[in-house]
T-cell receptor, first 110, second 112 residues
Framework: GEDVEQSLFLSVREGDSSVINCTYT??????LYWYKQEPGAGLQLLTY?????DMKQDQRLTVLLNKKDKHLSLRIADTQTGDSAIYFC??????????FGKGTKLSVKP | DTGVSQNPRHKITKRGQNVTFRCDPI?????LYWYRQTLGQGPEFLTY????????KSRLLSDRFSAERPKGSFSTLEIQRTEQGDSAMYLC??????????FGSGTRLTVV
C-alpha cells in the first residue's frame, strides 16, 4: 500500500540550513507536497513539485526530488525561529487523495 | 475571500451523540476535501467532492459518517453515534485544480 515516511524530529540553530527528508512508495504520484503546521492551526501549503521535475526553488525553500529512489527533501535556508513547526510531506495518488507522512517537528534554537 | 472556513472550531460531545461540522471553501474552488488528523499523525483522507458530486470515499468513512455538498458550495460532515475513537481534528480543504489544496483551521472534536 501507499506509505510516506519522514523522520520525526529535527533540531537546528537559527541561521543554519534545515533539511527535512521524506520517502514515498507510489511511483505513479503526479505531485509531491510540503505542508507546514503550527500548533493548533491547519496546514499551510509551502510548495509542491511535479513528478517530472527534480528541483524547485522558491525563496528560502528548495525541494529536491529523486524519483528513482522515491526520495523528496525540503531545504530551508537561513532557518528562523518562526520556521519552528511540523512539516508534512504528502504524495497525491488520485485527484482527491493525498497520503501524508507523520510529520517532522522542526525546532529552531536561537 | 478569507480562505477556507470551518465551524465550529471546537466541539465536545458525549459518546453516542450526533455531531455536524460545516466547511465553507474558497468561493471559486469546485473541489472540496475532508481529512481527519489524530494526535501525532498526518492527516488521513476521508472524502472528496467535485461540485456537488462525492467522487471518492475512504474506507475510514464508516457508515456512521456522512458528508454532503448539496449546492456545490459549503459542505457538512456528520458523525452519528459518536465514539471516543472519533476524537480528532477534522480538516477541510478546497482547490480549483487537483493540486495545492488550501486547508481550513479544522474542527477539533472531543468525545467524552
Amino acid at each position: 500500500g501507499e506509505d510516506v515516511e519522514q523522520s520525526l524530529f529535527l533540531s537546528v540553530r537559527e541561521g543554519d540550513s534545515s533539511v527535512i527528508n521524506c520517502t514515498y512508495t507510489d511511483s505513479s504520484s503526479t505531485y509531491l507536497y510540503w505542508y507546514k503546521q503550527e500548533p493548533g492551526a491547519g496546514l499551510q501549503l509551502l510548495t509542491y513539485i511535479f513528478s517530472n521535475m527534480d528541483m524547485k526553488q522558491d525563496q528560502r525553500l528548495t525541494v529536491l526530488l529523486n524519483k528513482k529512489d522515491k526520495h523528496l527533501s525540503l531545504r530551508i535556508a537561513d532557518t528562523q525561529t518562526g520556521d519552528s513547526a511540523i512539516y508534512f510531506c504528502a504524495e497525491s495518488i488520485s485527484q482527491g487523495n493525498l497520503i501524508f507522512g507523520k510529520g517532522t517537528k522542526l525546532s529552531v534554537k536561537p | 475571500d478569507t480562505g477556507v472556513s470551518q465551524n465550529p472550531r471546537h466541539k465536545i460531545t458525549k459518546r453516542g451523540q450526533n455531531v455536524t461540522f460545516r466547511c465553507d471553501p474558497i468561493s471559486e474552488h469546485n473541489r472540496l476535501y475532508w481529512y481527519r488528523q489524530t494526535l501525532g499523525q498526518g492527516p488521513e483522507f476521508l472524502t472528496y467532492f467535485q461540485n456537488e458530486a462525492q467522487l471518492e470515499k475512504s474506507r475510514l468513512l464508516s457508515d456512521r459518517f456522512s458528508a454532503e455538498r448539496p449546492k456545490g458550495s459549503f459542505s457538512t460532515l456528520e458523525i452519528q453515534r459518536t465514539e471516543q475513537g472519533d476524537s480528532a481534528m477534522y480538516l477541510c480543504a478546497s482547490s480549483s485544480v487537483p493540486r495545492g489544496y488550501t486547508f481550513g483551521s479544522g474542527t477539533r472534536l472531543t468525545v467524552v
